[in-house]
């Protein structure tokens, strides 16, 4: 069995984004999405407070929670959908959240992480889950293409995940999460092991992500770099150009797709 969870927040761009909504669908067994703003604390403690301005009571104001309540309604054989009352304490606790919904069996179960800016497809789906069982291993770790732009990829270390790669597939046996960033399963992740699907990662792709990025991962000036970033000419630049810090030391570049605008992004 396939299952998925996902926790949102003012991502109503990325279910509309390629039909993602419909598409993830059809490839999971059974869906559980939970819905709201999180607070700084547990994994993410590091962040900053939560804006007043992106939220309603720790509820999405984008349109988010009005999709998933018709997109629930309409596949509630296959999708369970859970709703903000409120800021949730942070992102450990909404991802806990989505396993109460689940009761393991014995039988066999796929659990995918799958963040709201990151699309899969069905074939990487099944042959992640073969290579797998395979393995022996427990844990499966992934790549992924990481675009900062329509049509920009960050190459490297940031982005890509080549130093500490996605962990988002288990072979879940009823354990809970101690921590969402990086995702741990209580008791640990077993034998992990790096696959060879790549996934499709959006996290610096819409403007209104990369706004609330800067509020609230205290990226300050984020939005100018993204912006002065979409009109560069020259390619490769350096991650700095966009992330300072820590991540834009880190042997990281971002290039431009050329020639490659027919392909679907």
């Given at each position: 069995?396939?299952?998925?969870?996902?926790?949102?927040?003012?991502?109503?761009?990325?279910?509309?984004?390629?039909?993602?909504?419909?598409?993830?669908?059809?490839?999971?067994?059974?869906?559980?999405?939970?819905?709201?703003?999180?607070?700084?604390?547990?994994s993410?403690?590091?962040?900053?407070?939560?804006?007043?301005?992106?939220?309603n009571?720790?509820?999405?104001?984008?349109?988010?929670?009005?999709?998933l309540?018709?997109?629930?309604a309409?596949?509630?054989?296959?999708?369970?959908?859970?709703?903000?009352?409120?800021?949730?304490?942070s992102?450990?606790?909404?991802?806990?959240?989505?396993?109460?919904?689940?009761?393991?069996m014995?039988?066999?179960?796929?659990?995918?992480?799958?963040?709201?800016?990151?699309?899969?497809?069905?074939?990487?789906?099944?042959?992640?889950?073969?290579?797998?069982i395979?393995?022996?291993?427990?844990?499966?770790?992934?790549?992924?293409d990481?675009?900062?732009?329509?049509?920009?990829?960050?190459?490297?270390?940031?982005?890509?995940?080549?130093?500490?790669?996605?962990?988002?597939?288990?072979?879940?046996?009823?354990?809970?999460?101690?921590?969402?960033?990086p995702?741990?399963?209580?008791?640990?992740?077993?034998?992990?092991?790096?696959?060879?699907?790549?996934?499709?990662?959006?996290?610096?792709?819409?403007?209104?992500?990369?706004?609330?990025?800067?509020?609230?991962?205290?990226?300050?000036?984020?939005?100018?770099?993204?912006?002065?970033?979409?009109?560069?000419?020259?390619?490769?630049?350096?991650?700095n150009?966009?992330?300072?810090?820590?991540?834009?030391?880190?042997?990281?570049?971002?290039?431009?797709?050329?020639?490659?605008n027919?392909?679907?992004?």
């Amino acid at each position: 069995m396939r299952i998925g969870i996902t926790i949102i927040f003012n991502g109503l761009c990325h279910l509309q984004h390629n039909d993602y909504a419909e598409r993830l669908l059809e490839m999971l067994d059974y869906w559980i999405i939970v819905e709201g703003a999180a607070g700084n604390s547990g994994s993410t403690s590091w962040c900053k407070e939560m804006p007043k301005k992106y939220h309603n009571n720790g509820s999405s104001i984008d349109g988010t929670v009005e999709f998933l309540r018709e997109f629930g309604a309409a596949n509630i054989d296959k999708v369970s959908v859970v709703l903000a009352t409120g800021i949730w304490k942070s992102k450990d606790e909404m991802i806990n959240r989505s396993l109460k919904s689940l009761y393991y069996m014995g039988t066999p179960v796929y659990l995918w992480q799958i963040d709201i800016d990151e699309q899969w497809t069905k074939e990487q789906m099944d042959e992640a889950e073969y290579d797998l069982i395979c393995s022996y291993d427990d844990t499966g770790m992934f790549l992924c293409d990481c675009y900062v732009g329509k049509y920009l990829l960050a190459k490297g270390e940031w982005g890509e995940g080549k130093q500490l790669p996605y962990r988002r597939l288990w072979r879940w046996k009823g354990q809970s999460f101690i921590s969402h960033e990086p995702p741990i399963l209580k008791g640990g992740n077993g034998k992990e092991i790096l696959l060879s699907q790549r996934f499709k990662h959006y996290p610096y792709y819409f403007l209104q992500d990369i706004n609330f990025k800067e509020d609230y991962y205290g990226y300050e000036g984020l939005y100018k770099r993204w912006k002065d970033l979409q009109k560069e000419t020259k390619f490769p630049q350096p991650i700095n150009r966009l992330i300072p810090g820590k991540w834009g030391e880190s042997n990281t570049e971002i290039i431009h797709m050329w020639g490659l605008n027919e392909v679907q992004t």
